[in-house]
């Protein structure tokens, strides 16, 4: 059977209207969830996997280590960076390096989902904050401003934040969305890690921790 003209016409008119709805319905939500909802942002784009590119096979370390699927393994690598805190001493620029990446730039970064402190450190470097993942985070700075002086610190800050982001995942994949839904880049560790926009998320997300504090 033969459609005629003006059912074409009719047809061709209705995708056109659905388009334009499309259209119009992408530049008035975007990337966020209708009703004032988060972003959508994926566990996906934050958590990081495989090597980590500059230490990583020199220290026989993974991001995978730290998952919520094996709490064993997870515990083993926060106590393994954890141990660099323990260990290594930082002293005049060093120490001024240090200090600038966990404390001052960005408001530094913490470990606000275990406990309430400003920052892993105080403005004198000593540690703030006793827990696992703490440790690790302090750990893991001290290594990379010795061991790597050529990293900035904003390189080295970013590279703290991935492993914030390995140890809290739910909590982190919600923070994502909802920096997202506010037009600021959630795949960018420094936002979504650091002091930056801490406690943007709060009463909106929820989730636990991998590894203990």
């Not at 106590?79 to 730039?105: H, K, P, Q, W």
């Not at 402190?117 to 105080?122: G, K, L, P, T, V």
């Not at 650091?194 to 636990?208: F, H, T």
Request: hydrophobic share 40%; charged share 15%.
């Amino acid at each position: 059977m033969v459609k005629k003209k003006h059912d074409y016409e009719f047809y061709a008119q209705i995708g056109l209207i659905v388009f334009l709805v499309g259209i119009i319905a992408y530049s008035l939500f975007g990337n966020s969830a209708p009703g004032g909802g988060t972003g959508f942002v994926s566990a996906s784009e934050i958590i990081p996997t495989g090597i980590p590119a500059i230490y990583g096979e020199e220290l026989g370390l993974q991001y995978d280590y730290v998952s919520e699927g094996n709490p064993q393994l997870a515990n083993q690598a926060i106590s393994f960076l954890g141990n660099f805190d323990r260990t290594l001493n930082l002293e005049g620029a060093n120490l001024e390096r240090y200090i600038n990446i966990l404390y001052n730039m960005h408001g530094g970064i913490s470990c606000e989902y275990c406990c309430g402190a400003r920052s892993i450190i105080f403005s004198n470097g000593d540690m703030a904050c006793g827990c696992a993942h703490s440790y690790a985070m302090r750990g893991l700075t001290k290594y990379l401003v010795l061991n790597y002086p050529e990293m900035s610190d904003e390189e080295i800050l970013e590279e703290i934040g991935k492993w914030k982001v390995l140890f809290f995942p739910g909590i982190m994949e919600g923070k994502a969305q909802v920096l997202e839904s506010n037009g600021i880049d959630s795949t960018n560790y420094i936002n979504l890690a650091s002091n930056k926009y801490r406690g943007i998320e709060q009463g909106a997300v929820s989730g636990g921790m991998v590894g203990g504090c």
